[in-house]
């Protein structure tokens, strides 16, 4: 499979955490004890990895500067995703978050970059000629309306698939985008005098835009399509509503829309299945703790904090990855649904534990579980059944896939060892191919007769115990 290119506006997301309970006596404002610094990638960059969570090969078309932000910038996305660098003219923007006791204080804004008029180098011209989808993340420094960049785009946008993610300071899509995924705000924006609901909104820049299809996001209702037959909303699906804080933090949620649609898009994905995943993928996301969640703590030696849901307990794996390759530690994994978990499965993670020095799960999403076992399952959902699996002493992290098999995911956490349990003797494993690449081992261990979820179902529906 081609490779799904993200282009766009990369910036450095800073959020420092600490704790507030007194006032400072020069005025009525609180005084932040500074805790922990956490850095992430954010516009474009956060587009990258959240698309990387989508499919297993992804690649950032950006500019970048020569700063130090600038080079902390990429060496958080190259865990991630390649990346071609363009000139930056200026520094890096970066924003940063005050935050004390879960709430935001304060956003400090730094950086006046924006992407130089140089013409696009070969290698990303290159690029964007393999690619099998297209993400644009405009955000409004430049590299949207750098002209050549737009010519390319509206050349590619005739045979690859293109998503465009504008800006309300960012110049409006080149003709022959597959989808534009602006949010209601943004849509009543670019409408300028011709107001409306998000259908109309939605209707009227698919014309004025010349795309195939528009898709308004509406917050928790999910989003407005405008194309590929009659205007209608995708809501939310019940399975992707999570209880969470009462005001959870949404950064990120248009990213996640965005780049889940083009994943879907590159996988085949018809335009409306493709918002209907993008959907499903954004309330998932927020509900599991929004872009925060994909931070790194700038502290020597610490780890990010535990996820409580599937988008960063993927993270939480990678980064778990990486420090064990890096200590020469011996990195175990195994997968599977974990529907109802049950003595099996703890058996299960306890003998593949003991064969490493760290256990990362590879968890089924629940779509990906109803493909697999069929529409009413699974019983308990995908943040749910990753909370369970954290909380377990075997197990060090959870990543989400979607996909029936996990081997985009296993493509990039390159184990020394894959577990499944001795019920798969005598049969080829899809992802054993992936594992041996990468100079990895696959051990059957023996499994807890008796336990089965399908068993613990069927019973529990014969009314059993």
């Known amino acids: 499979m081609r490779p799904l290119v993200v282009v766009g506006d990369a910036l450095l997301d800073i959020d420092i955490e600490g704790s507030a309970d007194r006032l400072c006596p020069e005025a009525p404002v609180p005084v932040v004890d500074i805790g922990r610094e956490w850095l992430r990638p954010g516009g474009a960059g956060l587009a990258t990895l959240l698309a990387a969570r989508s499919t297993s090969e992804v690649v950032l078309v950006s500019a970048f500067a020569d700063d130090g ?25 970066c924003k940063t978050r005050v935050r004390a006791g879960g709430q935001s204080l304060l956003r400090l804004d730094s950086g006046d970059g924006r992407a130089a008029g140089d013409p696009l180098p070969r ?21 949207a309306a750098h002209r050549g960049l737009r010519r390319l785009l509206a050349e590619l946008a005739r045979t690859v698939p ?33 107001p409306g609901d998000a259908a109309a909104l939605a209707e009227r820049l698919r014309e004025a835009w010349e795309c195939t299809g528009t898709a308004v996001t509406v ?3 999910g989003a407005v399509l405008a194309g590929d037959g009659p205007t209608r909303t995708v809501p939310v699906p019940g399975t992707a509503t999570v209880t969470g804080p009462s005001r959870p933090d949404t950064c990120g949620a248009g990213d996640r829309f965005a780049s889940a649609a083009a994943a879907a898009l590159l996988g085949g994905a018809g335009l409306a299945d493709a918002v209907a995943e993008a959907v499903d ?26 996820p409580d849901g599937p988008a960063p307990a993927g993270t939480d794996a990678f980064e778990l990855a990486a420090r064990v390759r890096r200590s020469g530690g011996r990195l175990v994994a195994t997968g599977g649904c974990f529907d109802l978990l049950h003595p099996g499965h703890v058996s299960l993670l306890r003998q593949a534990r003991a064969l490493g020095d760290a256990l990362v799960v590879c968890l089924n999403s629940d779509a990906s579980v109803r493909r697999l076992k069929g529409p009413t399952r699974p019983i308990v959902s995908a943040p749910d059944r990753a909370r369970l699996l954290a909380e377990l002493e075997s197990v060090d992290a959870v990543v989400v896939f979607d996909e029936p098999s996990p081997k985009a995911v296993l493509d990039r956490l390159r184990p020394d060892v894959w577990v ?19 100079g990895g081992e696959v051990v059957l261990v023996p499994l807890t007769d008796g336990y089965s979820t399908t068993r613990l179902v069927a019973a529990a529906s014969n009314g059993r115990h």
């Open 219 to 221: 917050g928790a209702r």
């Open 162 to 194: 293109v998503v465009w993610d504008p800006h309300p300071r960012g110049p409006a899509p080149v003709p022959g985008v597959r989808l534009a995924t602006p949010n209601e705000a943004e849509a009543a924006g670019f409408a300028g005098d011709s």
């Open 69 to 93: 932000p600038g080079r902390t910038l990429r060496d958080l996305l190259r865990r991630e995703a390649e990346v071609v660098p363009l000139p930056l003219a200026g520094g890096t923007v």
């Open 281 to 306: 993928a954004a309330a998932r996301f927020v509900a599991a703790g929004g872009a925060a969640a994909l931070s790194v703590c700038d502290a020597p030696g610490t780890a990010p904090a535990r």
């Open 420 to 438: 499944k349990g001795g019920d798969y003797a005598g049969t080829e494993l899809p992802e054993a191919r992936v594992v041996r690449r990468h």
């Open 123 to 143: 290698r990303a011209e290159r690029v964007l000629r393999g690619a099998g989808a297209i993400l644009v993340a405009d955000y409004g420094r430049g590299l």
